[in-house]
Every structure is written in C-alpha cells, then in structure tokens.
C-alpha cells in the first residue's frame, strides 16, 4: 500500500538550531512528495514539493530531497527561527485524487 | 490568492444528532476533499469529489455522507453522530491539473460531540 511514516515530535529547538524532520514513504509507484506546515489555528500550507527523484524541493530556507533509493524524503533548515514553530506533515500522491499524510511532527523553537 | 472557507471554526453536538459541515472554495477547483485529523495519525481521508454530483469514497467513509450540488461548495454529512467522530474537520481543494498538486486548505472545525 501507499503510506507515509514521520519522527514523532515534539522537537524543540533552540533558534538558530539546525532542523532535521525525518520523513518516509512506501509507495506503489512513483508519487510526488510534499512538506505541508499547519501554525496554529490555521489550516495546511504547502511549504516544497518534488515531483521525481533526485528533486531537491525548497521554501523559506527549508529544504528537502526526494531520494528513491532509501524512500525518503526528509525535511531540513539550516538556522530556525521562533515563527517557525507549527506542524509539519510529509504527504505523497500518485494519482492526484488520494494523498496520503503523515502523522505530522510538531516543532517548537525556543528563543 | 485561494480561499477555501469552512462555516464553523468550532461546533459542538449531541449524539444522535444529523450534522452539516460546509465547506466553500472560491477558485473554480473541479477536485475538494474531506479530511479529519486526529492527534498522532494524521490526515485521513473521508470522501473526495473530482466534479458536481461526483463523489469518491476515501479511507474511513464509514458514518459520513458527502454532497456536491455546485462545484464551489462540498458538504460533508454525518447521518447520527457518535463520540468518535469528535475530530478537527479539514476541507481541501485544487485544480484537476496533473501538473499542480497543491492542495488549498480550510482552517478546520473542530467537532465535539458529546
């Protein structure tokens, strides 16, 4: 079947920290990969996207690549911030109508 | 920019009770969908709908009911409502463009039924 397993959080962070979510997939064949972020009280937001292999998705200083060889597709950002604090889910398609999410990781960043 | 509107931000109801979510997108998207979200599993699906009087059975359809009579509204329905449908509600939509997967979502209701 298809699905999409993620870390559980919550991370907290220091700002400025490196961020690492962790993210993979099973798929039956060959989906695109999506990074959504949900802050609070809001509804989902798409952060980057890879439609095939090797893509290398990126928004907002985040980045993620879609590597076909170990099914992952992990979330990163170099320096955190404060108003980066949300949820995070990893979501993959292949045929447009189902997408299948995450459990979605939630990240605090502390000052 | 997309809007994508749900009319309640927040509904309580008793068990039993017949309940209307509604959901409106005001970009002209043929595909909308509904999903619940529960802590710790995520997104699942309910129904989704590729077009008007379209609809498609998700992963847990079972207790909900789904109708489109205008491409800008997508109701979802639940017959008798039970605790465990106590959920935060998420509508979504998009364009039936293979070339655009990107999903506009609402900002929830969050149900409790008691």
């Known amino acids: 079947g298809n699905s999409v397993t993620q870390m559980e959080g919550p991370v907290t962070l220091s700002e400025e920290a490196f961020l690492t979510i962790n993210c993979t997939y099973t798929?039956?064949?060959?989906?695109?990969l999506f990074w959504y972020v949900q802050y609070p009280g809001e509804g989902l937001q798409l952060l980057l996207k890879?439609?095939?292999?090797?893509d290398k998705g990126s928004n907002k200083g985040f980045e993620a690549t879609y590597r076909k060889e170990t099914t992952s597709f992990h979330l990163e950002k170099g320096s955190v911030q404060v108003s980066d604090s949300a949820v995070y889910f990893c979501a993959l398609t292949l045929n447009f109508n189902k997408f299948y999410f995450g459990s979605g990781t939630k990240l605090n960043v502390k000052p | 920019d997309v809007k994508v509107t749900q009319s309640s931000r927040y509904l309580v109801k008793r068990t039993g009770e017949k309940v209307f979510l509604e959901c409106v997108q005001d970009?002209?998207?043929?595909?909308m969908f509904w999903y619940r979200q529960d802590p710790g599993l995520g997104l699942r699906l309910i129904y989704f709908?590729?077009?008007?009087?379209?609809?498609e059975k998700g992963d847990i359809p079972e207790g909900y009911s789904v109708s489109r009579e205008k491409k800008e509204r997508f109701s979802l329905i639940l017959e008798s409502a039970s605790t465990n449908q106590t959920s935060m509600y998420l509508c979504a939509s998009r364009v039936r463009d293979k070339t655009n997967e990107k999903l506009f979502f609402g900002s929830g209701t969050q149900l409790s039924v008691l």
């Open positions: 709908s590729y077009d008007v009087k379209m609809k």
């Open positions: 798929a039956t064949g060959y989906p695109s």
């Open positions: 890879a439609t095939k292999a090797d």
């Open positions: 970009m002209d998207h043929e595909n």
